[in-house]
């Protein structure tokens, strides 16, 4: 019964070959998120979505673009990975902007060769 | 941007002790959140305080808020080693567009 799933749970991509990670929903939140974690680093916002409203930090490289194709999906999109890429990335979502809980997935851990 | 600090980094107890630790944070805030996240895993979200609440309980967690000095702190009463995680407090910026933002964490490690 999980609830934000992401896949896959860990991801090796070779240096500068694109990558992109998936996140689903089965709560119908409007809202969604993509955070990158770095080892023993807080969650970093990349991205945040209100329905189709799309949201990026001012600091989100480039390199980084993410898709909402329907309520239930979101995708980030990795153009060209270096090694500092290498992170565990996060999605999460929540019923209402900023207002109620977020429900986070398992995180996927990527790697960068 | 980073919003929040916390403090303090890490923190070792045995069961059965308490565990407190605080977070501060620089603007004005919709509400505060509490996070825990266990090794290589996601978030686990723990307790929400609006910015016009001063203390909010859940089981063995109290949270309380102080808007004047931009600071919250996690109790957790009777720690058990199940307790041994990051804990992690998010902030909602009023002018934010919900966006949740999260300060450094505590370690905590709970020892039998």
């Excluded at chain 1, 019964?1 to 991801?11: H, K, L």
Aim: net charge positive; glycine share 6%.
């Amino acid at each position: 019964d999980a609830m934000v799933i992401q896949n896959p749970r860990y991801q090796v991509t070779q240096f500068g070959k694109p990558v992109t990670l998936s996140c689903s929903q089965t709560l119908n939140h409007n809202v969604m998120y993509w955070y990158q974690q770095k080892s023993s680093q807080a969650p970093k916002l990349l991205f945040h979505y209100y329905d189709k409203d799309f949201n990026n930090e001012a600091d989100t490289p480039d390199n980084f673009q993410s898709r909402r194709p329907n309520t239930s999906f979101c995708f980030l999109d990795i153009r060209s990975p270096g090694l500092g890429d290498a992170a565990m990335y996060l999605c999460a979502t929540s019923r209402a902007q900023g207002i109620a809980e977020a429900f986070f997935g398992q995180g996927t851990r990527l790697t960068v060769v | 941007s980073q919003q929040g600090e916390e403090d303090p980094q890490a923190l070792s107890i045995q069961e059965g002790e308490n565990a407190t630790m605080n977070c501060s944070y620089k603007t004005s805030i919709n509400n505060l959140q509490w996070y825990r996240q266990n090794s290589g895993r996601g978030l686990v979200h723990l307790i929400l305080i609006r910015s016009n609440e001063r203390e909010k309980h859940s089981g063995r967690l109290r949270v309380t808020l102080d808007t004047s000095k931009k600071s919250s702190s996690l109790l957790i009463t009777a720690s058990r080693a199940a307790d041994t995680a990051s804990y992690f407090c998010a902030t909602v910026r009023g002018d934010s567009w919900g966006k949740l933002q999260f300060g450094a964490g505590t370690q905590v490690v709970v020892t039998p």
